[in-house]
């Protein structure tokens, strides 16, 4: 029997990952932007996919679409469901939140602790089959605590209040092009300030070892867990993380983590491999 086509999606607020599977064997893989029904109209989120998913998907007959997106809270499940009906008439359609995607991807069916860090922050509790408790993320100006986002705030944060070792402050707007104006255009005018805050990111990572750098990535990763992971049952529970961030910071997050007692179970930089295995043993997908 031939096994389903199946097309998985992975988006966050910046960036989307595509995946079409048989089984647990990857027949495409391709990226996209970001559709989020936080950040985005409808208007936008249809002309990303009419544009940019279906044509790397031509003469291709999509069993089933499993999306799980940044932003796909319960209210807007069905607006986005609409969407890729309307794009896939004679597919099953599930949507989920990314970070359900990060629990399928990472904890199974086994209870756990899932974590994003990426642009933004998010984290919940995990019973296997579902989430039973989530501190809420509260976006880059309230929360997202160790993100992309919170570590560009606090960075630029820092350089502007002098805060830096010497040099680097004219290094950081030397290579982005930034001036205080430029700095205040993009956070509090331009779309997306989020966005651009975690785009300082790789500056970061660059510099990662100099010791204002490393006190900041130190702060940052300490409130994550103070203020979210430390609100579960994580004595008890592994945590797992998904995300650029957890990815290339893994030595300083799993060092905050040993010293405030916290166990580190998987670091991915996507979740779409998991979700792979997760699906493909998942009934009714065969």
Known sequence: M?????LIADSGATKADWCLVQGKQIVRRFSGKGISPIFQSKEEMEYEIRDNVLPQLVATTIN???????GCIPDKIPLVTGILSAAFPAAKIQVNSDLTGVAHALCGREAGIACILGTGSNSCEWDGTKPTHQIPSLGFILGDEGSG???GKHLLNKALKHQLTGGLKEALFEEYNLTVAVIIDRVYRQPFPSRFLASLSPFI?????DPSIRGLLHQCFDDFFEKN?????YQENKVHIVGSIGWYYADVLKEVAEEKGIQVGKIAKSPIEG????????????
Do not use: Q
Not at 205 to 209: C, E, I, M, S
Not at 229 to 233: A, T
Not at 275 to 286: E, V, W
């Open 149 to 151: 986002a919170a570590l």
């Open 2 to 6: 031939k096994k389903k086509t199946i």
């Open 64 to 70: 089933a679409v499993y999306f799980y997106g940044a």
């Open 275 to 286: 979700l792979i295995d997760y699906i493909a043993t998942s009934p009714g997908t065969d």
């Open 205 to 209: 990572f660059k510099h990662r070892n």
């Open 229 to 233: 992971v430390m609100h579960y049952n």
